[in-house]
């Protein structure tokens, strides 16, 4: 039996940590050339903490599903998944852009707080469902 969320959940780990790995070897390697600041490799590695906790946190909204009928639990995936795309995915560019001498990626800046409300948003759904519903877990 396919399951696409469980698939979109391994996919977003497994990317998650490659990603630690290229910040914690490569990109700290690039720090000597000047084409990226040791400030640059904290906020790629702040995309990558956030991206795999939120990856957990899906992974954990898939197996309550499991349990529980609930639209929050539905929508509480989709903002974890919008906010890794939006936060996470907005600071690996913004970071990075020296590397790729693409400057022209600083417009993504405001997009990585729309990233971080969309976590928020998740979670205060997932609080939701504490608040409707009594669990037997």
């Known amino acids: 039996m396919k399951n696409n969320k469980l698939t979109i ?17 490569y990109l700290k390697s690039k720090i000597e050339t000047g084409l990226i600041t040791i400030d640059q490799v904290n906020g790629f590695d702040t995309g990558v903490k956030y991206h795999i906790y939120h990856t957990l946190a899906m992974l954990i909204v898939f197996l ?6 609930s639209n929050y639990l539905k929508w509480a995936f989709n903002c974890f998944l919008i906010g890794i795309i939006l936060f996470s995915g907005s600071l690996y560019l913004l970071c990075t852009r020296n590397l790729f001498h693409a400057d022209w990626l600083s417009f993504l800046g405001p997009i990585t707080p729309i990233g971080g409300l969309f ?8 609080a939701m469902i504490g608040i409707k519903k009594e669990l037997k877990v």
Do not use: N
Request: net charge positive; hydrophobic share 70%; glycine share 16%.
């Open 9 to 25: 959940i391994g996919v977003l780990g497994s990317i998650a940590v490659a990603l630690g790995a290229l910040g914690a070897h």
């Open 64 to 69: 309550f599903a499991k349990q529980i009928q």
């Open 119 to 126: 976590f928020i948003a998740g979670w205060i759904l997932l």
